[in-house]
T-cell receptor, first 115, second 116 residues
């Protein structure tokens, strides 16, 4: 079974540019999550999809961040326009339904650097 | 709202020695508890979880953790560590019930370094 994959692994952009991160969850996982770790800080929740619907987006920092999950498969997280404070590692995770919903499987992350 | 505190940012230890990584949480509601590990250049991997039942939870790679409700702690232990256990370890909680059942709240992480 393939794990959670994320693309790109690294991205370096200038302030004001747009970046789109992609996450492919484990096949069959209805739940998909985005987290972010800013350097020196703890990993923080951004949002949670159940299939294509946003279950919880309480962690999205502002309206420069847009997450989508069309068709309930892969997800994208777009940052537009990027600011310096958006730099960090963005993790995606997925989980099954039912009692296994609490077992979140994480991808390797995308390291975003905004200069 | 809940919060998680990992009391040690770095823990150095010699190979084959025991180790304990400490985690305390605060929450006004019931929580589920987790430990994750991140090896260099990899994603987070679930080590173990406590949802209910026995307060002593065994996980992968010989790790175990004990849930102590009165002390609101969930410390991670291993009786004998290996070089390969060198990694960053994260304690996390989820609000049990409600619509935020997928929202992991993490501690700051503890870097475990095992020396030969």
């Amino acid at each position: 079974e393939a794990g959670v994959t994320q693309f790109p692994s690294h991205s370096v952009i200038e302030k004001g540019q747009t970046v789109t991160l992609r996450c492919d969850p484990i096949s069959g996982h209805d739940n998909l999550y985005w987290y972010r770790r800013v350097m020196g800080k703890e990993i923080k929740f951004l949002l949670h999809f159940v299939k294509e619907s946003k279950q919880d987006e309480s962690g999205m920092p502002n309206n420069r961040f847009l997450a989508e999950r069309t068709g309930g498969t892969y997800s994208t997280l777009k940052v537009q326009p990027a600011e310096l404070e958006d730099s960090g590692v963005y993790f995606c995770a997925s989980s099954h339904r039912g009692y296994r919903v609490y077992e979140q499987y994480f991808g390797p992350g995308t390291r975003l650097t905004v200069t | 709202a809940q919060s998680v505190t990992q009391l040690d940012s770095q823990v150095p230890v010699f190979e084959e020695a025991p180790v304990e990584l400490r985690c305390n949480y605060s929450s006004s509601v019931s929580v589920y508890l987790f430990w994750y590990v991140q090896y260099p250049n990899q994603g987070l991997q679930l080590l173990l979880k406590y949802l209910s039942g026995s307060t002593l939870v065994k996980g992968i790679n010989g790790f175990e953790a004990e849930f102590n409700k009165s002390q609101t702690s969930f410390h991670l232990r291993k009786p004998s560590v290996h070089i390969s256990d060198t990694a960053e370890y994260f304690c996390a909680v989820i609000h049990a019930g409600g619509t935020s059942y997928g929202k992991l709240t993490f501690g700051q992480g503890t870097i475990l370094t095992v020396h030969p």
